[in-house]
């Protein structure tokens, strides 16, 4: 059974960082990608950052040149370094696994499993 969990959320003020985590309980890591994704209330779940096997990064405009996603297969985790954070990132970060080489990385239908969330919220 796999499983993919999230961890770091918290609250911070805005302009401050935050570094979440996600480990992955598979047998395979490094050839899978991984996706955050973000639901704020009353929101759609959105695309944040994702990272394939091959360490190509993906990003949502709103975050570029803000947050960084990385991961290190050797421990099975994939991370997301959070700089400048502003209210509007306020929401529930969602992990992601999607057991498949390539493929459309930003929509959440590529994805096959999910954490429970890990709730950020940036006060002003």
């Known amino acids: 059974q796999v499983q993919v969990v999230e961890s770091g959320g918290g609250l911070v003020q805005a302009g401050e960082s935050l570094r979440l985590s996600c480990a992955a309980s598979v047998r395979v890591f490094d050839r899978y990608a991984m996706g955050w994704f973000r639901q704020a209330p009353g929101k759609e779940r959105g695309f944040v950052a994702a990272i394939d096997w091959r360490h190509t990064e993906y990003y949502a405009d709103s975050v570029k040149g803000r947050f960084i996603i990385s991961r290190d297969n050797d421990k099975k985790l994939m991370y997301l370094q959070m700089n400048s954070l502003k209210p509007d990132d306020t929401a529930v970060y969602f992990c992601?696994?999607?057991?498949?080489?390539?493929?459309?990385?930003?929509?959440?239908?590529?994805?096959?499993?999910w954490g429970q969330g890990t709730q950020v919220t940036v006060s002003s």
């Open positions: 992601a696994l999607a057991t498949i080489y390539s493929g459309n990385f930003l929509i959440a239908s590529t994805y096959d499993y």
